[in-house]
């Protein structure tokens, strides 16, 4: 008998892989503007503006764990992780479709949390729920959620149309979320040894909530239409600022040399990488799921991004030659490394 290839999935990594599967696909319609490779879909709409599309699915046991988050929590994190892909493409979500398989361990009144949270959280964004799909699974829950937005046709903000001299701009404050991870995994492996030790998180409500309660940057979607800037090139960062200079250089042929002492780290991000003995660099790099945005802007327009709250300047765009370089505190330069969450 012949015997059939089999490829395990970790030789191609999660990019690697959607690159694999979706490489010989080709777009027909007329009204696909934007397949497969930024935040969202991008689909021709109304005269001036352009519908976003972006879909993202959370799985138990791999993107949450029941035992330390709560389900009104879960409901507006899904939420929340959707529309910032359409914020990233500078679009305005509208709509959201909740997709859900579960098990029969959960009640109805479990998923009336879940739901309470998903509403708190369409109210937030301003999206309307409007469709979706129920089913069983076998063993735990998985939600699917879809955001659906628009865009201005001058305004959507790419991954691939970054240039040679554009600033990288990051918000908010980046590594928080994945500390927080850390916290609740260390309080979840105690409390497994010993079920009598009551968990020690008092004071970790900043870091905590950061991987509980992620929130999208609609924010400054809304800053920028006020402060009349366009970025050159946009993507939210889920899987860490590094993973995420990657996506934005490849995709637009360039290079990019990144600031450490310009990548924002909250006191209490820096402090807890110091108790966990790991360096703060390298967790406000590689720590993912902080939803914030990580943008570039043409030189010109540092005046008015300067002086625009919660944005800090990370770096420069260069020629793809040069590569993609970390400028430590130290004042080193070495090539950056890419270790974005890898989910198998
Ligand atoms: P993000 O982190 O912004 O949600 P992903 O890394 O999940 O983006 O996806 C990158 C791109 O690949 C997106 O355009 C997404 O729509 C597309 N994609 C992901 N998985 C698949 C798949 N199974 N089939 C087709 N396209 C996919
Ligand atoms: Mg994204």
Known sequence: MEEQKRTNVNEYGEFGLIEHLTKSFENHQESTIKGVGDDAAVIAGDGDWLTVVSTDMLMEGIHFDLMYTPLKHLGHKAISVNVSDIYAMNGVPEQVTVSIAISNRFSVEALEELYEGIKVACKEYGVDLVGGDTTSSMKGLAISVTAIGKAHKQKITYRNTAKVGDIICITGNVGAAYLGLQLL???????????????????????VGRQLKPRARKDMIALFEQNGVVPTSMIDISDGVASEVFHICKQSNVGAILEESGIPLH??????????????????????????????????????????????IAGEIVEKEEGINLHTKGGNIHALKAQGWKHF
């Open 185 to 207: 995994e260390r309080e979840k492996q105690i409390f497994l040894e010993n079920p009598d030790v009551k968990p020690n998180l008092d004071d970790q409500d900043f870091l």
């Open 267 to 312: 006191p209490k991000t820096e402090e807890m990488a110091f108790n966990f003995k790991m360096d703060p660099a390298t967790v406000a790099l590689s720590g993912g799921e902080d939803y914030e945005l990580l943008f570039t802007i043409k030189e010109e327009d540092l005046e008015k991004v300067k002086y625009m709250p919660d944005i800090y």
